[in-house]
């Protein structure tokens, strides 16, 4: 069952023009469209400007009370119908995106951290193609950046890491395509951040070990970072589950693992005075230093 809610908050503001460029029907018998937001992991202020713009201009605001913070609906309309999705099949959500064709109506549907990982969006897209609404997706700040904030640390430090992977452990609902495991992925040594996966935390260790990180590796475990009742653990990858365990966290919870972690940040050759690019020019001395000896 959909739940409308239409909050009383007679201080939002009243509909605004529709942005210079943005997509849809401003309802009015027109197409419609369709703006996915990213909310951000959490705290409301994390919403960006163009995100609390796409929600103002909406007819239609639907949100995902369990993963958004209800201060994002502050930037909706006075009179803009407000649709809780966390209790509805997409099926009711799609009925939605149809009255929204039909009508000429502007969705904004808002999404947790950045709608493109693990948001369902893509089939949400390919309904809103074939029923002819126009769609825009707005980023956000993504759960896994804000964890590595919440603990002050660079994710790619340089010669430590330079990459990060974004994954979650396989044995999920939704079954991994074949070739990506977090065996596989923890081999290459780099920064890993793990979504979805603190319920099987014992597994979740186990695989990250096998896959060669040392057990003295820095984790950082993160549950609902960013909102009041934010949790921040840091442990080693040998004390993992232990932690996520103890904390009883199986929901709302991020793990990053990996060397930059802790690793004391190298000089990157970008600032370095010796380094050149179309904006500066090197400092002849320390060019040859960094040639020399690299950055320091
Ligand atoms: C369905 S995914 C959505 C991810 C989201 N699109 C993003 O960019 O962060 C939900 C998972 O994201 C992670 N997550 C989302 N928000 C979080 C937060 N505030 N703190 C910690 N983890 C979070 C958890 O791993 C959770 O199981």
Redesign the pocket.
């Known amino acids: 069952m959909t739940t409308d809610a239409t909050p009383q908050d007679s201080g939002r503001p009243a509909r605004p023009p529709a942005a210079p460029g943005a997509t849809g029907g401003g309802g009015e018998g027109g197409r419609g469209s369709v703006t996915f937001v990213g909310a951000g992991?959490?705290a409301a202020d994390l919403l960006t400007l163009r995100g609390a713009a796409a929600i103002g201009r909406a007819d239609v605001v639907i949100w995902a009370s369990s993963l958004v913070h209800p201060g994002v609906l502050d930037h909706a309309r006075a009179d803009a119908r407000i649709v809780d999705s966390a209790a509805v099949p997409l099926e009711e959500v799609v009925a939605l995106y149809e009255e929204a064709a039909r009508d000429g109506l502007d969705v904004a549907r808002v999404?947790?951290?950045?709608?493109a990982?693990?948001?369902a969006v893509q089939e949400q897209l390919d309904r809103c193609a074939a029923l002819g609404l126009a769609t825009e997706i707005v980023p956000g700040v993504?759960?896994?950046t804000?964890?590595a904030a919440a603990v002050g640390r660079e994710l790619t430090v340089p010669e430590v890491a330079q990459s990060v992977v974004l994954t979650r452990l396989e044995g999920g609902k939704t079954p991994m395509p074949e070739g990506e495991t977090v065996r596989g992925f923890a081999a290459h040594g780099a920064t890993m951040a793990l979504?979805?996966s603190a319920a099987r935390s014992a597994q979740l260790q186990q695989e990250l070990l096998a896959g060669g990180y040392p057990p003295e590796t820095p984790c950082v475990v993160?549950?609902?970072?960013?909102?009041e009742d934010e949790l921040v653990l840091r442990c080693r990858l040998d004390e993992l589950a232990a932690t996520v365990r103890a904390h009883r966290l199986w929901?709302?919870?991020?793990v990053l693992v990996g060397p930059a972690l802790d690793a004391e940040g190298k000089r990157s050759h970008l600032y370095h005075p010796g380094h050149f690019h179309g904006h500066r020019r090197p400092d002849p001395v320390a060019r040859r230093a960094l040639r020399s000896g690299g950055a320091s």
Do not use: E, I, Q
């Open positions: 992991p959490g999404h947790s951290g950045d709608p990982l693990w948001g993504s759960s896994f804000a964890v979504f979805l993160g549950y609902r970072v960013t909102w929901k709302h919870t991020l």
